[in-house]
């Protein structure tokens, strides 16, 4: 049940736009005994039926740039079939090293967000 | 939209985005939003659905790697994902009635101290 109640916490975050993923990987870590790449395992997956139905609502108000999504789908294939081949071959504690620089860098992100839009 | 396409910096974007949400399961989105919207000057809520988009392929190819690999604990996966749906609808509702900044910036915190824990 407390799984679900983690789920159920990033994914309110995650549907408010705040990144679920960058939450839900360090509770499966710090309150589970799932390895790095088991947590990040979890959290791909659970990402693809949530996405599945905000990409239909998203597409529907005809706010996906597709002339812009198709290229860089194209781009980030590559760099995620390279990107996961290194995650599944490399240790679990080095993965969460990694991970953790890259948080710290996130969390410095979204604090010092401003909710206005910036104006060049 | 007035740039061009395919400049190296978007080439540089698409597989970098790739790179990490595959090497990290996650953090594409974090990487794709603020790209889209200062590199390619694309509205932020363009940008969000935009970059959905364009993870959710990513993810697919990440999670089949991922399983191939043998390191999906598919019973921690679907409690996850129950409570993720459900938490992403509420998550949603909830973006217009609760101050989105104050949260975010308590989440970074959680964000940092998680990051720290992570790495040491």
Not at chain 2, 13 to 19: D, E, P, T, V, Y
Not at chain 2, 34 to 55: C, N, Q
Request: charged share 10%.
């Amino acid at each position: 049940m407390n799984l679900v109640l983690i789920g159920l916490l990033s994914g309110i975050i995650g549907g408010m736009g705040i990144g679920g993923g960058t939450i839900l990987i360090p509770a499966l870590i710090l309150f589970t005994s799932l390895t790095q790449q088991q947590a990040q395992g979890v959290n791909l997956l659970s990402f693809v039926p949530v996405a599945f139905i905000a990409l239909i609502t998203h597409l529907k108000n005809k706010n996906v740039k597709t002339s812009i999504s198709l290229p860089l789908i194209g781009l980030g294939l590559l760099g995620s079939i390279l990107g996961s081949f290194l995650a599944v071959n490399i240790s679990s504690d080095i993965l969460r090293k990694f991970f953790g620089i890259f948080l710290f860098f996130m969390g410095l992100y979204e604090f010092f967000y401003k909710d206005k839009r910036r104006t060049k | 939209m007035k740039k061009k396409m395919f400049t190296l910096k978007f080439i540089l974007l698409g597989f970098i985005a790739g790179l990490i949400n595959g090497l990290l399961g996650s953090g594409g989105g974090t990487i794709l939003v603020p790209g889209m919207f200062f590199l390619l000057d694309i509205e932020e809520h363009k940008a969000h659905a935009t970059a959905i988009s364009v993870i959710l392929p990513l993810a697919l190819v990440s999670a089949f790697i991922y399983i191939k690999h043998g390191v999906i604990v598919w019973n921690i996966t679907f409690k996850i994902m129950i409570g993720g749906i459900l938490g992403g609808y509420i998550g949603a509702n909830l973006l217009s009635k609760i101050p989105g900044n104050l949260l975010r910036k308590i989440f970074a915190i959680f964000m940092i101290i998680a990051a720290i824990r992570m790495v040491f």
